[in-house]
T-cell receptor, first 111, second 111 residues
Framework: KAGVTQTPRYLIKTRGQQVTLSCSPI?????VSWYQQTPGQGLQFLFE???????NKGNFPGRFSGRQFSNSRSEMNVSTLELGDSALYLC??????????FGPGTRLTVL | GEDVEQSLFLSVREGDSSVINCTYT??????LYWYKQEPGAGLQLLTY?????DMKQDQRLTVLLNKKDKHLSLRIADTQTGDSAIYFC???????????FGTGTKLQVIP
């Protein structure tokens, strides 16, 4: 089975722009979670989707949003980018049994 | 609350055993995990333990859980240079998919 894939792997944006990141889960996995990793804050949970519905949400502002499609692929969107949004964004997929498999991440740099 | 704490750094000689410690505070956690992150990469699930277990062994890895003290440890036997990475413990409280990660312990293996 192919693992979790994330695109793009690297991204450079400027303040005020918006960005969309994509995650394709392992085939058969219906749950997709997103995390932000920064040196200062560590790994923080953004949100989790299951069968196209957001089930859990972390403590991030409304600029961070996501969605999941019927094929379980998920996208994450960040609007009005700030310098502090520079981070590694990780996606994880699961069958719903609490065992999560992570993708390689998208490295976002905001200038 | 959901705080997971780890020491930041551990240095060991090749061939020795490494012990990475973690404390958590959410007593409702049913699953506790250890992940490995190598530079520039995503997270790799190493092993996990159910909260009703005390110990789990998987090749060179031994996980010990002291539920009374909310203490989790990962022992790596015969540590190799390829084990150099950041190790995260993580918990999932109450069956939700929202994973709370520790701060991460950077393991340095000296040849």
């Amino acid at each position: 089975k192919a693992g979790v894939t994330q695109t793009p792997r690297y991204l450079i944006k400027t303040r005020g722009q918006q960005v969309t990141l994509s995650c394709s889960p392992i085939s058969g996995h219906r749950s997709v979670s997103w995390y932000q990793q920064t040196p200062g804050q560590g790994l923080q949970f953004l949100f989790e989707y299951f069968s196209e519905t957001q089930r859990n949400k972390g403590n991030f502002p409304g600029r961070f949003s996501g969605r999941q499609f019927s094929n379980s692929r998920s996208e994450m969107n960040v609007s009005t980018l700030e310098l502090g949004d520079s981070a590694l964004y990780l996606c994880a997929s699961s069958q719903g049994n609490n065992e999560q498999f992570f993708g390689p991440g998208t490295r976002l740099t905001v200038l | 609350g959901e705080d997971v704490e780890q020491s930041l750094f551990l240095s060991v000689r090749e061939g020795d055993s490494s012990v990475i410690n973690c404390t958590y505070t959410d007593s409702s956690s049913t699953y506790l995990y250890w992940y490995k992150q190598e530079p520039g990469a995503g997270l790799q699930l190493l092993t996990y333990i159910f909260s009703n277990m005390d110990m789990k062994q998987d090749q060179r890895l031994t996980v010990l859980l002291n539920k009374k003290d909310k203490h989790l440890s990962l022992r790596i036997a015969d540590t190799q240079t390829g084990d150099s990475a950041i190790y995260f413990c993580a918990e999932i409280p109450g069956g939700y998919q929202k994973v709370t990660f520790g701060t991460g312990t950077k393991l340095q293996v000296i040849p």
